[in-house]
């Protein structure tokens, strides 16, 4: 079993649709956890970072940790044609390596 | 600021051969990490580098090696490349490579070995 899971998707949505996209994991070390947003050929692209468990918002995004549950989401409200991208869970304790997830491919079509 | 730079942007070798890859991290980030982004497996960590030491390494052959040097650049080769080896590498830099300093990215130089 892989310790962080995100379902590959892919996900369309209409634009304006509020999309909801999914990481689990399984090592209770983790600490950190961020979300990253991949366009085709290119590197992937801090959106947001959470310490611990609770709420995170910036503009549209919202992102969301539950460590009981192991647990984390990124919500985008209103989306647009161009958040259409891969988006990459990603997670860490405080010293180890960064784990991502396989990514969830996005396409929000007008 | 500028950010993440590496370079080439695009590798084509052959079998057998060996391919340096390089990366300037943002100014200021001592931590440089690389890791390997193909479809099937995702991002696969290969190594952190911060101040010229290798602190962390992950699953992967001694074929692939990197170092740091004292301007925070890094570098990673790649010796008897194979078929397998064909991905994108990615190089990812922080101020100090512990859990609350994120990683910024490059975008990459896309390897294709024939």
């Known amino acids: 079993q892989k310790e962080v899971e995100q379902d590959p998707g892919p996900l369309s949505v209409p634009e304006g649709a509020i999309v909801s996209l999914n990481c689990t994991y399984s090592?209770?070390?983790?600490?950190?956890f961020m979300w990253y947003r991949q366009y085709s050929r290119k590197g992937p692209e801090l959106l947001m970072y959470?310490?611990?468990?609770g709420n995170k918002e910036d503009g549209r995004f919202t992102a969301q940790v539950d460590k009981s549950s192991k647990y984390i989401s990124l919500f985008i409200r209103d989306s647009q044609p161009s958040d259409s991208a891969t988006y990459l869970c990603?997670?860490?304790?405080?010293?180890?390596?960064?784990?991502f997830g396989t990514g969830t491919r996005l396409q929000v079509f007008p | 600021k500028a950010g993440v730079t590496q370079t080439p942007r695009y590798l084509i070798k052959t079998r057998g051969q060996q391919v340096t890859l390089s990366c300037s991290p943002i100014?200021?980030?001592?931590?440089v990490s690389w890791y390997q982004q193909t479809p099937g497996q995702g991002l696969q960590f290969l190594f952190e580098?911060?101040?010229?030491?290798?602190?962390n390494k992950g699953n992967f052959p001694g074929r692939f090696s990197g170092r740091q040097f004292s301007n925070s650049r890094s570098e990673m080769n790649v010796s008897t490349l194979e078929l397998g080896d064909s991905a994108l590498y990615l190089c990812?830099?922080?101020?100090?490579?512990?859990?609350?300093?994120?990683?910024?990215f490059g975008n990459g130089t896309r390897l294709t070995v024939t």
């Open positions: 990812a830099s922080s101020p100090a490579g512990t859990g609350d300093s994120p990683l910024h």
């Open positions: 090592n209770s070390a983790f600490q950190y």
């Open positions: 959470t310490y611990s468990s």
């Open positions: 990603a997670m860490r304790g405080n010293t180890d390596k960064l784990i």
């Open positions: 100014s200021g980030h001592r931590s």
């Open positions: 580098y911060f101040s010229e030491t290798q602190r």
